[in-house]
């Protein structure tokens, strides 16, 4: 079974500053590869999904970049965040089994 | 517009009794549904599935109801117990095994002592 480790847990940024968070998979190859956010009350919103190393799909137009430098590297990136960037954001990765997705534990970002 | 709806934000429950989450759906494309259980701080857990061709799939306390002419599946705990005190999203494939989810926005349910 595949496993996602997503890091770091928490984080606490100023307002105008840069944004880098990594997502790697074990357990299997080429993965299609997914962000979400889930802000304070709301459901899940699909940021950005990958198909393969390099192909990068956005869903909704933000502050935010993705990139997917190897097979099972996916990152979240922003140059300069906002207020509202704040939130609960997870990656996950299509199981290639009847589970859907598999999730990483999260990072909950807190823009300040 | 929104594919998967779960149009309870929240839900509470007596310990025990019986705990039924409801998803409705648009899309008759999609070929399997899933329920997600989520804590806070944590990301959500894979509970249970079925499958399009299917009306019910049952897991222990955990059961999926699919109501393909009302487009509407359930989910069914019982009993209910504090440890089931979670988010619960339901999900919508479609385009196979490397499809993609639609999520719906969650159902938070509490179940009381």
């Known amino acids: 079974s595949q496993t996602i480790h997503q890091w770091p847990a928490t984080l606490v940024q100023p307002v105008g500053s840069p944004l880098s968070l990594e997502c790697t998979v074990e357990g299997t190859s080429n993965p299609n590869l997914y962000w979400y956010r889930q802000a304070a ?21 933000q502050n ?18 906002l207020l509202s960037d704040s939130g609960f954001y997870l990656c996950a990765a299509r199981d290639r089994g009847p589970h859907g997705y598999t999730f990483g534990s999260g990072t909950r970002l807190t823009v300040v | 517009d929104q594919q998967v709806k779960q149009n309870s934000p929240s839900l509470s429950v007596q ?11 648009t899309n008759s494309m999609f070929d399997y549904f899933l329920w997600y259980k989520k804590y806070p701080a944590e990301g ?17 306390r955990f059961t999926v109801f699919l109501n393909k002419s009302a487009k509407h599946l359930s989910l069914h705990i019982v009993p209910s117990q504090p440890g089931d005190s979670a988010v619960y999203f339901c999900a919508a494939n479609y385009g196979g095994s490397q499809g993609n989810l639609i999520f719906g926005k969650g159902t938070k349910l509490s179940v009381k002592p």
């Open chain 1, 64 to 81: 935010l970049s993705a990139s997917r430098p190897q097979d099972r590297q996916f990152i979240l990136s922003s140059k300069k965040l």
């Open chain 2, 44 to 60: 959500p857990t894979f509970l249970i599935s079925i499958s399009s061709i299917k009306d019910k799939n049952e897991d222990g």
């Open chain 2, 15 to 25: 310990e025990g009794r019986i705990s039924i989450l409801n998803c409705d759906y």
């Open chain 1, 41 to 61: 009350g709301r459901g899940l919103q699909l940021l950005f999904y990958s198909i393969g190393i390099d192909q990068i799909s956005s869903e909704v137009p």
